[in-house]
């Protein structure tokens, strides 16, 4: 025997029904969401321009985190950065000084580490590589140490002369947390007792920091 649904009834089920619809549908609606909420957590973070080596007269402007390797670290680093997607920033003053921050994701930790080895020694050999390019070029390059953050930092320094007068000294570092590896340089004229080293060190710990 059928059985009447009194009109009510009809309407409460209908309701329910679409309420029922809307949790079912909601967690496939939030799932890319969520998705890219994670991605975007998980990308490396760069330094701001208040966080490099205080300039005495002039203030930091930072630039936007650009695909690829800057010209200014290409002389040391380009054929190690050659087979890797790397991201960068670039920092200036009003006045003659620099800085950049390239940071690189690779596939795990432990390519990470070979990477950062490997940039390591380019720095560490940039000078004598400079010098056999151009017989005008004197460089010098001075290691200040490690930093204990993360997988760790090491801090380098680098000194060119040009016979014409020119002089330069950039400080530049190398850092790693797990599978990211971040490089950092400042620049500007003068010679090593220009180089705000202390500072630098505190950029480059903070750097490594950020990286996740």
């Known amino acids: 025997m059928l059985k009447r649904t009194p009109a009510g009834t009809l309407t ?52 936007k985190v650009t695909d690829g390797v800057p010209e200014e670290l290409r002389p040391c680093l380009d054929e190690a950065l050659l087979a890797y997607d790397s991201r960068y920033r670039a920092f200036r003053t009003d006045l003659d000084t620099g800085a950049w921050q390239l940071t690189v994701v690779v596939g795990g930790a432990a390519k990470a580490k070979a990477l950062a080895t490997r940039l390591n020694e380019e720095i560490r050999t940039c000078a004598d590589r400079l010098e056999e ?11 200040y140490g490690t930093l204990p953050v993360e997988e760790g930092a090491r801090v380098h320094g680098l000194h ?51 990286l996740y």
């Open 160 to 210: 060119t002369s040009a016979s014409w007068g020119a002089s330069d000294i950039s400080l530049l570092s190398v850092g790693r947390d797990g599978r990211t590896v971040t490089v950092v340089k400042w620049a500007q004229l003068g010679d090593f007792d220009d180089a705000p080293v202390k500072a630098f060190k505190k950029t480059t710990t903070t750097a490594v920091n950020k």
């Open 133 to 143: 390019r151009d017989p005008e070029i004197e460089a010098t390059h001075r290691n």
């Open 12 to 63: 409460v089920l209908a309701i329910t029904g679409l309420a029922l619809g809307a949790v079912l549908v909601g967690p496939v609606q939030a799932g890319p969401q969520t998705v890219a909420a994670k991605k975007a957590v998980a990308a490396p973070r760069f330094l701001s321009a208040a966080e490099l080596p205080p300039h005495p007269s002039s203030s930091w402007t930072a630039g």
